[in-house]
């Protein structure tokens, strides 16, 4: 039972315009969220979180919003860079578990 | 500060031999975790250490063990491998003893011929 998906496997933008990954997820105990983006040859690094009690959190270019009623969680770039290209995995937990459920990823290549 | 190394970065192993893979997570974090990835899976959360006490586990067979020394350092071994074990396995390290992000090490790619 995949209890986080992301059901893009791919997406392809052009340098400069928004990019927009999506993330569903099916456990309505999880209450906190994070997506990583992974090279090839490299482990994944951690880009931005956002805890249930928000809808909306931003770093620089980086801005996750999470919808609870709709459990459905979305990353944006903006403005998209070549470098930004590589897969992105969101995952989430329920405080206290220490379990972390990822998502099968999605492999974002931005378009110079 | 060095980040989370993992040992070997590459193995080869055959069915029905065992593993031992080592990770040494970033100086001062306490919480271990280790997954797997394979093509189409994503992270396979395997389980999770915090100060040599196992907090939780994911859904795989006890061929899969793990354990975290006094240092913080942890090892996972893979007992009797099946050709399905071929995969990334990520260890990732935390600093927080509550959820937060972690940081990923390289990984080691156990191939099971």
């Known amino acids: 039972d995949q209890q986080v998906k992301q059901n893009s496997p791919s997406l392809s933008v052009q340098e400069g315009r928004i990019s927009i990954l999506n993330c569903d997820y099916t456990?309505?105990?999880?209450?906190?969220f994070l997506w990583y983006k992974k090279y090839p040859a490299e482990g994944p690094t951690f880009l931005i979180s956002?805890?249930?009690?928000?809808d909306k959190n931003e770093d620089g270019r980086f801005t996750v919003f999470l919808n609870k009623s709709a459990k459905h969680l979305s990353l944006h770039i903006v403005p998209s860079q070549p470098g930004d290209s590589a897969v992105y995995f969101c995952?989430?937990?329920?405080?206290?578990?220490?379990?972390?459920?990822f998502g099968t990823g999605t492999r974002l290549k931005v378009l110079a | 500060k060095a980040g989370v190394t993992q040992t070997p970065r590459y193995l080869i192993k055959t069915r029905g031999q065992q593993v031992t893979l080592s990770c040494s997570p970033i100086?001062?974090?306490?919480?271990v975790s280790w997954y797997q990835q394979t093509p189409g899976q994503g992270l396979q959360f395997l389980f999770e250490?915090?100060?040599?006490?196992?907090?939780n586990k994911g859904n795989f067979p006890g061929r899969f063990s793990g354990r975290q020394f006094s240092n913080s350092r942890s090892e996972m071994n893979v007992s009797t491998l099946e050709l399905g074990d071929s995969a990334l396995y990520l260890c990732?390290?935390?600093?927080?003893?509550?959820?937060?992000?972690?940081?990923f090490g390289p990984g080691t790619r156990l191939t099971v011929t």
């Open positions: 990732a390290s935390s600093p927080s003893s509550t959820s937060g992000e972690q940081y």
């Open positions: 956002i805890s249930s009690i928000k």
């Open positions: 456990n309505s105990m999880f209450d906190y």
């Open positions: 100086s001062g974090h306490r919480s």
């Open positions: 995952a989430a937990t329920t405080s206290g578990t220490y379990k972390y459920i």
């Open positions: 250490y915090f100060s040599e006490t196992q907090r």
